[in-house]
């Protein structure tokens, strides 16, 4: 473990600094051009938690903005689960490929306008070959048009807590208007396997088989590393090699998430080394949260298949005003870095397109949030609606923000089982200071979960957002 945070600090203690700078300039409001990035290690992150209780095991530049390259399927493959879910759609219901998704750059299948694809099969085949025509099928026929399902992708994120996160399209290729952070990656991740979990079982798919042709699986921590159970790899350019992965051992569950990797190689050893250094430091009293129910049986290629009356709903989305993300330091933007792509794209690649390079202006620290497990799953939880927020504390130590908010949490999970709980940061004096606050209230909720934290000695204000 030791070696290999050695190299990574060496690797990245120049972007560092410059990320660091970012920030100092964005505290005072100062707009600023972001430099192009011009290598994948200026855009590392990595993140380790804990999926029993929510506890933050390893964070690096976790809250950054980033590109989620082929990461962006993770939430594409939740929609089609929640459509499945909701009987919208089901597992055999063929999908109509349209001119635009033939057109889509590699990686891809290479299915043709007028045929289809099974539900099943674009699941596997999103997995596995990281097909990013499959994916504008899957949104076109999902959400009627690519824009209509990633403004979808950007509501559903915001609803499950990825506050740094925005969608442009389904398959992560290059977009200076879609970015994610490793925090929230993590925090999808556990969400897919909550809600989903006799879906999660397909992250595991080791091989898709379409029109004769063989794809295995990208994430090779499958079947290498004891407890790796699934996620998902990306890459593109601007984003260097992400990765995405779930580990169990031992009555223990984590999710880690690394960005930026120099290489899928140096990736895949820095993740492995993370998975096994965290996964003895997670909490073993708890319950696992989820338990993969068994998948289909793939079934035999069905390229052709006349669309159905069962087929996709198309279902109207209205357009999304997305409004500006708070996060620290400037949009890691594009510009240059697709000069630098190798003639062949690396086999977990999202597409070769470059991306336009893009004047970001660095904007004030964020709000950050925490995503907690459940342990408090036998409590009722309120449900939560509103603009008002309830602060339980500032602090001049993040953990120890953290840390208050999974004890108010545990001290009242009626009022705040379903509460966002998430930190900002605020200047005072010249200290910084985190505020532990959760979101999601009217103003009467607000006041009744304040009154509920006083009575176990907790300070508490409620506010309007």
């Known amino acids: ?42 855009r590392y992150a990595a993140f380790v938690i804990d999926a029993s209780n929510g506890n933050i095991l390893f964070s690096r530049y976790a809250d950054d903005k980033r590109y989620p390259a082929s990461l962006t399927k993770i939430l594409t493959l939740y929609l089609v689960f929640e459509d499945l879910d909701a ?31 099974t539900v099943d099969q674009a699941i596997r085949a999103l997995v596995t070959k990281s097909a990013n025509d499959v994916a504008v099928v899957v ?22 807590g990825m506050r740094g996160s925005n969608f442009r399209n389904p398959h992560g290729l290059p977009d200076s208007g879609q970015y994610t952070t490793a925090h929230d990656m993590a925090t999808l991740a556990i969400q897919t396997m909550r809600r989903f979990p006799q879906y999660y079982g397909y992250f595991q798919t080791k091989s898709f088989t379409w029109k004769g042709a063989t794809y295995g699986n990208h994430n090779k921590l499958l079947g290498r590393v004891a407890g790796v159970d699934g996620m998902k790899t990306g890459y593109i350019s601007a984003s260097g090699f992400n990765l995405v992965s779930s580990m169990r051992r031992d009555g223990r569950h984590i999710v880690g998430v690394v960005m930026g990797g120099r290489t899928g190689a140096t990736r895949d050893a820095h993740m492995q080394d993370l998975l096994e250094t965290y996964i003895k430091k997670a909490a073993t009293s708890g319950a696992m949260m989820f338990a993969n129910a068994p998948l289909p049986p793939s079934r035999p ?54 991306p336009p390079a893009v004047a970001a202006a660095a904007t004030p620290v964020p709000a950050q949030v925490v995503e907690q497990g459940d342990t408090n799953a036998a409590a009722p939880a309120t449900v939560q609606n509103g603009d008002w927020v309830i602060q339980v504390g500032a602090f001049n130590n993040e953990q120890l923000a953290y840390a208050t908010l999974q004890k108010a949490r545990a001290r009242a999970p009626g009022m705040l089982g379903s509460a966002t709980a998430f930190t900002e940061t605020t200047s005072k004096g010249g200290e910084t200071l985190w505020r532990a606050r959760f979101a999601g209230f009217d103003q009467n909720t607000a006041y009744t979960a304040c009154a509920e934290l006083k009575q176990h000695a907790f300070g508490c204000f409620p506010a309007r957002n």
């Open 1 to 42: 473990m030791i070696g290999v945070l050695r190299q990574f600090r060496k690797n990245f203690s120049s972007s560092f600094g410059r990320l660091a700078r970012g920030v100092a300039l964005a505290s005072v409001g100062i707009a600023v051009l972001a430099a192009p990035p011009a290598k994948a290690e200026d």
């Open 87 to 117: 009987g919208k759609i089901r597992l055999d219901t063929p999908l109509k490929a349209s001119q635009n998704a033939a057109n889509q750059a590699p990686s891809k299948i290479g299915i043709r306008p007028g045929e289809t694809i």
């Open 139 to 160: 949104a076109e026929n999902l959400g009627g048009s690519v824009s209509n399902f990633a403004a979808r992708m950007t509501q559903t994120a915001r609803s499950i």
């Open 301 to 354: 290629d069905q390229a052709s298949l006349p669309v159905r009356t069962s087929a996709a709903q198309i279902i109207p989305v209205p357009k999304l005003v997305v409004p500006s993300i708070r996060v620290p330091g400037t949009l890691v933007t594009a510009g240059a870095a697709g000069k630098s792509l190798p003639l062949e794209a690396p086999s977990d690649t999202t597409g070769s397109v470059a």
